[in-house]
């Protein structure tokens, strides 16, 4: 099925460790985006791409890295975990500028312990 | 900066009735405006986008609403089901490349 795809679906990480999230998605979509969501703050916007090989960021960037290498994925990195990054991760992405036809993946729940 | 907020926080309504969910922005200069719907450990649904000229829009028992000049947006939720339990956020685009989100009013709605 067409869409966004999120993995790891879940992750547990030791304070300092280091991962990457993967966000693949094949509509071929220009626009690509990484949320966290957290209780009572909804969703805020932590890196976005506006094409293949450019990235930009958000509200909340510290302590994340993406790239966008290939068009049809966006890869978040931590490098150094911490507990405030325990959160759920959502990648979206659209074929428009103004928020038009945002597709959203399932999620990644991260856990840094 | 754009702000959005969504109130009430959270609304537990019996099945059948109608309700209405509120979203204010503080600039109101937005291109359009969309309500999404989240599912428990799920992403995020587009359930209906209004362009700013647009005074509301329609799909089945949703009707959203559009009052740009306020900064106020409303979902109408028609006889409420069960099914339709879920959070419903709000979102406008800002500086034309992202989206920005309210905090989300999650619903349950009992049989």
């Known amino acids: 099925n067409a869409g966004v795809t999120q993995t790891p679906k879940f992750r547990v990480l030791k304070t300092g460790q280091s991962m990457t999230l993967l966000c693949a998605q094949d509509m071929n979509h220009e626009y690509m985006y990484w949320y966290r969501q957290d209780p009572g703050m909804g969703l805020r916007l932590i890196h976005y791409?506006?094409?293949?090989?450019?990235?930009a960021k958000g509200e909340v960037p510290d302590g994340y890295n993406v790239s966008r290498l290939k068009k049809q994925n966006f890869l978040l990195g931590l490098e150094s975990a911490a507990p405030s990054q325990t959160s759920v991760y959502f990648c979206a992405s659209s074929p428009k500028l103004t928020g038009v036809g945002y597709t959203f993946g399932s999620g990644t729940r991260l856990t840094v312990v | 900066k754009q702000e959005v907020t969504q109130i009430p926080a959270a609304l537990s309504v019996p099945e059948g009735e109608n309700l209405v969910l509120n979203c204010s922005f503080t600039?109101?200069?937005?291109?359009?405006l969309q309500w999404f719907r989240q599912d428990p450990g799920k992403g995020l649904t587009s359930l209906l986008l209004?362009?700013?000229?647009?005074r509301e829009q329609t799909s089945g028992r949703l009707n959203a609403s559009l009052d740009k000049s306020s900064g106020r947006s409303t979902l109408y939720i028609a006889a409420s089901q069960p099914g339709d339990s879920a959070t419903y956020l709000c979102a406008v685009p800002y500086n034309t490349d992202k989206l920005i989100f309210g905090t989300g009013t999650r619903l349950q709605v009992f049989p």
């Open positions: 600039d109101s200069a937005i291109y359009n």
């Open positions: 209004i362009q700013s000229s647009q």
């Open positions: 791409s506006v094409g293949e090989g450019t990235t």
